[in-house]
């Protein structure tokens, strides 16, 4: 049988109390001698048909015996009266949130399908919350926009911390999807090896292939679009003391950003503290750990004697590009990219050694 996705909620619930009146009235019975019946006070009657008092298990088996009616579905009633207040009151919570969800990238979202196309403000900030798997916006604060604020973001790398907090959330959704081992350094380091040689392949079976060596050594690793206004590259973080993830979004489209990046951010979970979230273009109070992460990638990729040979020798042409890569084994773009950064190659020169990215729905 197929679960229902929608299902029905009532904008109205009938109070207990309402139908108990009736049901006295019908049977010409008095407030008063309803509850001398029930052994129950007056007053309690009086504030269960106000709707101020709720009807428990004990008052419904009472109101069975006097009235016939099974006490579940007094119970019921209550039930269903009770949590369509709280639905009223989260709604109105909801319209005064109403800021707080225009912040985030929302079209982008239901266009992704992570959450569902609402019209009212207050259906917008309930999508946010279950998407976000929080069950007030206080609660997201808490979670999420402390850990925005923590990146500290450099100016030139500005991300509106609503967007970066959903692009996280995306990645998160995306690594519990992935069936992973328990990490295992050595095998990471070994897998690291493996994806090197990986980057030299067509990239969307290249990028197949180093999740699941990332996997079988216990490490999520997600390729997620950026969402707009987050300007990032790629993060690295342990979702859980068990389970890190490397997070990527191709930003630059190109495969020598995409590559370097996957190898810095693996360089944060080998060398770095577990209880920090690393974010490129952030110094999370630390620039030593991304100078480090940086040289620990550039030097994995190409060894450091090797760099030292071929930079000395001032040969940069394609065909030297090319030659130098296939010694290595790396893709020949990863070579211009460092080269540029460098500032051995103007930024624009043997671009078309790199190959472009671009995401299906481009």
């Known amino acids: 049988m197929v679960a229902t996705k929608n299902r029905f909620q009532p904008d109205y619930a009938v109070p207990p109390g309402w139908v108990l009146a009736e049901r006295l009235e019908v049977n010409d019975i008095s407030q008063a001698e309803f509850a001398r019946r029930c052994g129950r006070s007056p007053k309690l009657i009086s504030e269960i048909i106000a709707g101020k008092a709720p009807v428990e298990a004990e008052t419904a088996l009472q109101f069975e015996k006097v009235l016939g009616v099974d006490a579940g579905i007094w119970l019921g009633l209550e039930k269903d009266y009770r949590l369509h207040q709280m639905r009223q009151a989260e709604a109105r919570e909801a319209e005064a949130s109403a800021d707080w969800a225009r912040s985030f990238p929302v079209s982008e979202l239901v266009k992704r399908g992570a959450i569902h196309s609402v019209t009212s403000a207050g259906e917008k900030v309930t999508e946010l919350l279950r998407f976000f798997g929080v069950a007030s916006v206080e609660a997201w604060k808490n979670r999420y926009k402390a850990v925005a604020v923590a990146f500290r973001h450099s100016p030139s790398f500005k991300s509106n911390d609503f967007a970066l907090a959903a692009w996280l959330r995306l990645v998160e959704i995306e690594a519990d999807t992935q069936t992973i081992d328990e990490f295992d350094r050595p095998a ?58 490397i997070a990527l979004s191709a930003r630059h489209k190109s495969d020598d950003h995409l590559w370097f990046r996957l190898f810095h951010e693996a360089a944060h979970l080998l060398l770095h503290s577990k209880r920090n979230v ?42 030297d590009v090319q030659r130098f890569a296939e010694e290595q084994g790396i893709a020949p773009g990863i070579v211009v990219g460092r080269l540029q950064h460098e500032g051995h190659l103007h930024w624009n020169h043997l671009n078309g050694l790199k190959v472009r990215l671009e995401w299906a729905d481009d």
């Open 188 to 245: 990471f380091a070994m897998a690291l090896k493996g994806i090197r040689q990986l980057t030299r392949a067509e990239i969307p079976q290249a990028l197949e292939d180093a999740r699941k060596l990332c996997n079988d050594a216990g490490v999520a690793l997600v390729l997620v679009k950026p969402l707009p206004g987050a300007r990032l590259s790629g993060a690295a973080w342990w979702l859980s003391p068990r389970k890190p993830v």
């Open 278 to 319: 690393f974010v490129d273009g952030t110094r999370n109070g630390n620039g030593a750990d991304e100078a480090e992460a940086d040289n620990w990638a550039a030097h994995f990729l190409v060894s450091r004697p090797n760099w030292k040979r071929f930079v000395s020798a001032q040969c940069f042409g394609a065909t």
